[in-house]
């Protein structure tokens, strides 16, 4: 009996220790205040494409000051020992001299040597690398600056649709109380004998339907606030308080000429395309110098032991110089120089080809996005006015409906039709938005 007692608080504590374990969930996250300005910082500095490129901007600048290192002068210094076994040493002996020994047996070599090296003349290639190289290194800059003006895009369109889908539920969760008040009133209406139950029927279909409108409007609030997180780089599920005050104003930013001319001449999409024809035209250069004479000055300092420029050798320690004028001239290469030139200037025409695309492109951009700006800042005074004519219409169609002389159902196409304005207008300030961040991104801001 004991045993069994035992056994049985055991068991409670074990399974009191389990709940336990499955109540203590994680502590909630604590709200993050975002606004626009440091949504887009955040984005910037947590976004690994853009450290990627910039990584990628460090390796071309690299690669300029390896193409200026081929101007200056190679040094190289070098040491050796060698053991050699052992040798006849040679030894002429002539009538009245002393024997003399030509090739003597010298085991250990020592050898220390300095050398320097110039290019004089490279029929331009030195300096076409270093142009190629500088065109890379702007070209690399310009994709991560083009990138730079996508994230920025990216990140207001991700804020403003956070925004407008919390919006969106604001004004619904309104309606349904609304709706939930006039079903009230309706019912007890039906009660008196008052009204008919298909108003009864009509209003709880118009409250539920703005009801799914609403959980839909909170859903599309979560998915947009998820990738807000994820640009901004914050742990999933973290709330976030957002300033309204995007949706609040917007302004056109200038005729489409000057804006068209803007784009066309600072985005940088453009400006690494152009970087890039420049860097294939300095690589036709380079592959054009491999037909040129080379010309470059050598130096030279040994200090030995055996010196073998010394002769007749000795086990002594000797040093020696030399300095030299090189040049060298391929004259005849089967035609490997001419098919490089060729193939780099067909590359920099296709450049040239594409850069003429994207201008066209870019300039159809920009118009398309001003005037879908327009159109977005025209509804605006629009949407307004239908919300005050749709507030003034319940108004009017409730004090009717109080007064007994209006249909239940006139006063629920009145507060639809407020609804509908409402969601309306709130639509129309997150077009207004995407479209100036989208136009912002068209010009290369």
């Known amino acids: ?33 975002l606004s626009l300005d440091d949504a887009i910082a955040r984005a910037r500095a947590s976004s690994a494409r853009l450290t990627s490129l910039g990584a990628i901007g460090r390796a071309a600048s690299e690669g300029v000051r390896l193409a200026n290192a081929g101007r200056r002068p190679d040094l190289d210094l070098a040491a050796s020992y060698s053991r050699n076994s052992n040798v006849p040493e040679l030894i002429l002996a002539f009538p009245g001299a002393a024997p003399r020994t030509i090739f003597p ?5 020592w050898r220390a040597h300095v050398g320097a090296s110039l290019p004089v003349y490279t029929g331009g ?13 702007r070209a690399a800059i310009s994709d991560r600056a083009a990138f730079d003006n996508d994230l920025v895009a990216e990140t207001h369109v991700a804020y403003v649709n956070v925004l407008l889908a919390r919006e969106s539920a604001r004004v619904l969760g309104e309606a349904v109380a609304s709706y939930e008040a006039h079903l009230k009133d309706a019912r007890n209406r039906l009660d008196l004998g008052l009204s008919a139950s298909n108003e009864v029927l009509a209003i709880t279909a118009e409250r539920e339907r703005a009801q799914l409108l609403r959980v839909q409007a909170e859903n599309a609030a979560a998915m947009a606030a998820a990738n807000l997180l994820r640009l901004v780089d914050l742990p999933p599920s973290t709330p976030v308080d957002l300033d309204p005050a995007p949706l609040a104003t917007a302004s056109a930013p200038g005729e489409i000429d000057a804006l068209v001319k803007r784009a066309t001449s600072g985005r940088a999409e453009l400006e690494a395309l152009r970087a890039r024809i420049r860097a294939m035209e300095a690589t036709v250069r380079v592959s054009q110098s491999a037909s040129r004479p080379q010309v470059g000055v050598q130096a030279g300092y040994d200090f030995a032991n055996p010196n073998p420029r010394i002769l007749p050798l000795t086990g002594t320690w000797n040093d020696t110089w030399s300095i030299g004028l090189a040049v060298n001239w391929k004259v005849l290469d089967g035609g490997k120089t001419a098919a490089a030139s060729a193939q780099a200037e ?42 005050e004519a749709a507030r003034d219409a319940v108004r009017v169609a409730s004090d009717r409906y109080k007064e007994g002389v209006l249909s239940s159902s006139e006063l629920l196409d009145a507060e639809t039709r407020l609804l509908r304005a409402e969601l309306d207008a709130t639509q ?11 136009l912002t991104r068209a010009v290369g801001r």
Request: hydrophobic share 45%.
């Open 1 to 33: 009996m004991k045993r069994s007692t035992a056994t049985y608080l055991l068991l409670a504590a074990m399974a009191a220790g389990v709940r336990a374990e499955d109540s203590a969930a994680p502590p909630p996250l604590a709200p993050v205040r």
């Open 105 to 109: 047996n010298l085991p250990n070599q």
């Open 125 to 137: 290639r030195l300096q076409a690398q270093v142009a190629a190289a500088s065109e890379n290194e």
């Open 346 to 387: 067909a590359q920099a025409d296709a450049l040239r080809s594409q850069l003429k695309d994207l201008e066209a492109r870019i300039r159809l951009e920009v118009e398309t996005r001003r005037l879908e700006l327009d159109s977005a800042l025209a509804g605006r005074a629009v949407a307004q006015r239908g919300i």
């Open 428 to 438: 129309n300030d997150a077009q207004i938005q995407v479209a100036l961040a989208n």
